[in-house]
């Protein structure tokens, strides 16, 4: 079983629709693993962490094969903008591997409440005006008018997480 270190459905479905279409059939399941991070990590380092976390958590739940991190993060470059990823970790038995997600840049406006310490979800969902912005289509499919939705970046991050583990004779240490 392929255990997801979260329980947010734009985390989970992009996770099992990588998994299914690598290996029909395969179960997929959210489960809640603290990230051991802030609620909004600031930076790739945290963001990493965070992500790696829930992985290391997930796969030690009983019946794990894998298990899946997806950790959302900011960054503030030096001209002071601030850019949303996410980052991916995957853990099979003792292998780890990771990707970084494509980045948005966000409004002035939101990346100053985020630097003053808000979580950007809450400040997505005051901005679009309904609750739980993060679990649909995020802040990326509220930007784009929906042509990419949060889920359409896991996915792509993950499948990208995939190739030292799926083909680890490629990736000698
Ligand atoms: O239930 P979990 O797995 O914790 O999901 P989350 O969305 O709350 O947690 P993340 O670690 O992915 O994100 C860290 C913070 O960034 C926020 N965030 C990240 N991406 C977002 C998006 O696309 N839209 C809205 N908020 C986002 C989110 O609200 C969190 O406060």
Known sequence: MIVVGSQNDAKVRPVREVFVAVSPGVAVAGARVPSGVRAQPIGFEETLIGAQNRARGAARHAGATWGVGLEGGVEFDSEDRCWLFGVVVVVRDHR?????????????????????????????????????????????????????????????????????ILKSELYVP
């Open 96 to 164: 780890e591997a990771s990707a970084r997600s494509a980045s948005l840049m966000l409004p002035r406006s939101v990346a100053e409440r985020v630097r003053r310490g808000e979580e950007l979800g809450p400040v997505m969902d005051e901005l679009v005006g309904e609750v739980g912005v993060k679990t649909r289509g995020g802040a990326v499919g509220h930007f784009t008018s929906g042509l990419l939705v949060r889920a359409d970046v896991w996915r792509q991050a993950l499948i990208l997480a995939l190739p030292p």
